[in-house]
């Protein structure tokens, strides 16, 4: 442990690759941890205090996984049907549900690759070949956005670039301003390091984050 202050926080998205980190590191501080999976099984190898199978979809499923978290992470990624209305709806939900319970801290995982997130000739090349080939994904994330900011909650969105498990930047420092070529590459240790660092750090209440 590091002396963080203790947090009980909620986990959408946790079978990802930086879920399943993120639930390791809360786990290593002592933090109560819930998730909402589709497939129990994906959390394999991984504790989790509160483990509910169910949809982000569905209100009841959402608060049921929320509980008496004073934080959650989305960390929600669309795959398959590009279309589907995940990080709208899902965020929609899950922002409904921290009101009923009383859960103000919202960190919300996405990406740097559109609009006012990244900077310089090359991130501009990057992203315009992105937004050719994922536009109902850029969609769905500007719909996010407007969800997110329009909540009312103590919100803060990280705009990631790319994550590695073997080689890359091994210190993820949150900068209020688009840092850099959108896919220089970021340890997902270090990654995970600041996100709980963020959970306190009031002055990325309403902010994007680039780390």
């Not at 946790?14 to 879920?19: I, K, L, Q, R, Y």
Request: no cysteine; aromatic share 6%; hydrophobic share 45%.
């Amino acid at each position: 442990m590091t002396g963080r202050p203790p947090h009980r926080v909620a986990v959408f998205g946790a079978t990802s690759p930086t879920g399943r980190a993120f639930l390791e590191a809360a786990n290593a501080e002592g933090w109560h941890t819930s998730a909402l999976v589709r497939d129990a099984d994906r959390l394999a190898g991984i504790y989790v205090d509160s483990v509910l199978t169910g949809s982000v979809f569905d209100p009841t499923d959402v608060e049921t996984a929320i509980g008496v978290a004073d934080t959650v992470l989305i960390a929600l990624g669309l795959k398959g049907d590009r279309r589907t209305p995940l990080y709208s709806s899902g965020t929609a939900t899950i922002v409904e549900a921290m009101k009923a319970r009383g859960a103000r801290r919202l960190l919300v995982l996405s990406e740097a690759a559109y609009g006012q997130h990244s900077v310089g000739l090359l991130s501009g090349v990057v992203r315009r070949g992105y937004a050719a080939v994922a536009g109902p994904i850029l969609a769905e994330r500007r719909r996010q956005d407007g969800i997110v900011e329009a909540s009312g909650l103590d919100w803060t969105t990280v705009r990631i670039k790319i994550l590695s498990d073997g080689h890359g930047t091994d210190k993820a420092i949150p900068h209020h301003v688009p840092q850099g070529l959108i896919v220089a590459r970021t340890l997902r240790t270090a990654f995970v390091t600041m996100l709980l660092d963020l959970v306190d750090d009031r002055s990325a209440f309403g902010r994007n984050v680039y780390p």
